[in-house]
Nanobody, 128 residues
């Protein structure tokens, strides 16, 4: 059984940084795409960063040049380094793996096995 567990969220001031982690238990499809989504109150969940098995990364325009996605295979952990945070980054952040929305929006060339895995999210709040 696959389980994605996020951590690292919190409340910080604008301009500060946070690093989110996502531990993937039971996940073996490392040749598919992994990534991060976020959902602000009253808004749709949006894909913001992806990492394909060949190391290719992709970012939403709103976070490009501020956020960095990476992975530690030995720890089965996906990271999202978030710098220069802004109040509009306030949202629940979700880890995803082998998800059709990642393939559709950020990883069009990736392998897809139909897993559609989500974590439960970690809350990020940025004060102005």
């Amino acid at each position: 059984q696959v389980e994605l567990v996020e951590s690292g969220g919190g409340s910080v001031q604008a301009g500060q940084s946070l690093r989110l982690s996502c531990v993937a238990s039971g996940y073996t499809r490392w040749n598919s795409c992994m990534g991060w989504f976020r959902q602000a109150p009253g808004k749709e969940r949006e894909a913001i960063a992806s990492l394909d098995s060949d190391g290719t990364t992709n970012y939403a325009y709103s976070v490009k040049d501020r956020f960095t996605i990476s992975r530690d295979n030995a720890k089965n952990t996906l990271y999202l380094q978030m710098n220069n945070l802004k109040p509009e980054d306030t949202a629940m952040y979700y880890c995803a793996a082998d998800h059709w929305r990642l393939k559709d929006q950020l990883c069009p060339g990736s392998r897809y096995y139909g897993g559609d895995y989500w974590g439960k999210g970690t809350l990020v709040t940025i004060a102005s």
